[in-house]
């Protein structure tokens, strides 16, 4: 079992920046790999980006290639997702996930994990 809870999410402008934290409880961060997910009013929750668990795969949706970085600390059994240049359209609220796995899976689609958080808000004003 892991206990995700994300933060970090809040108003920003457009152009700039915000870093998000996924914070997991239950099972060695080591054993996991995880992804961000995000779900805009009124459309589907879609991929943005996923690690593995060692972090050395990663794997990012083309909307956010660029702009957007996913890293994470498995000494402080945390997740991270750093979000620069952000959009209007960036405006979400966005998903911690994880999968139970010890090979260096990077999953992009909602089937491919197994936890969620209850996510954090981000608003980007134009």
């Known amino acids: 079992q892991v206990h995700l809870v994300e933060s970090g999410g809040g108003l920003v402008q457009a152009g700039g920046s915000l870093r998000l934290s996924c914070a997991a409880s239950?099972?060695?961060?080591?054993?996991?790999?995880a992804g961000w997910f995000r779900q805009a009013p009124g459309k589907e929750r879609e991929f943005v980006a996923a690690?593995?668990?060692?972090?050395?795969?990663?794997n990012y949706a083309d909307s956010v290639k660029g702009r957007f970085t996913i890293s994470r600390d498995n000494a402080k059994n945390t997740v991270y997702l750093q979000m620069n240049s952000l959009k209007p359209e960036d405006t979400a609220v966005y998903y911690c996930?994880?999968?139970?796995?010890?090979?260096?899976?990077?999953?992009?689609?909602?089937?491919?994990?197994?936890?969620w958080g209850q996510g954090t808000q981000v608003t980007v004003s134009s």
């Open positions: 690690i593995s668990w060692s972090g050395g795969t990663t």
């Open positions: 239950g099972r060695p961060a080591r054993n996991y790999a």
């Open positions: 996930a994880a999968k139970p796995t010890v090979v260096p899976v990077v999953p992009g689609t909602l089937s491919g994990y197994d936890y």
